[in-house]
């Protein structure tokens, strides 16, 4: 069974910092890109940040100069640094990977549950 597992949500106050990681187990062959995600109430989800499989990154807007995405794929594992947060930061955060698994042998979107973060103002 593939699985993606967030971890490292909670309450923090605005101008603080937190670290999001996220594990992928399972049947892997291969990550491309992974990315996360996030939603806040009454909101779509939108694009946080991106990492491509050679280490390119993307940021939304809001998340530049403050978050940083990188990955280990040796650990299959995904974080996000996330420092001088904002209560507009406040959401669940997904992890996201396109990954190719023995159940599926080609790129196919896989999610996490999700962490709550919610920043205090």
């Known amino acids: 069974q593939i699985q993606l597992v967030e971890s490292g949500g909670g309450l923090v106050q605005a101008g603080g910092s937190l670290t999001l990681s996220c594990v992928a187990s399972g049947r892997i062959f291969r990550i491309d890109d992974m990315s996360w995600f996030r939603q806040a109430p009454g909101k779509q989800r939108e694009l946080v940040a991106t990492?491509?499989?050679?280490?390119?990154?993307n940021y939304t807007d809001s998340a530049k100069g403050r978050f940083t995405i990188s990955r280990d794929d040796a650990k299959k594992t995904l974080w996000l640094q996330m420092n001088s947060l904002k209560p507009e930061d406040t959401a669940v955060y997904f992890c996201?990977?396109?990954?190719?698994?023995?159940?599926?042998?080609?790129?196919?979107?896989?999610w996490g549950q999700g962490t709550q973060v919610t920043v205090s103002s």
């Open positions: 996201n990977a396109a990954m190719h698994t023995a159940k599926r042998p080609f790129s196919y979107d896989y």
């Open positions: 990492i491509t499989a050679t280490d390119k990154t």
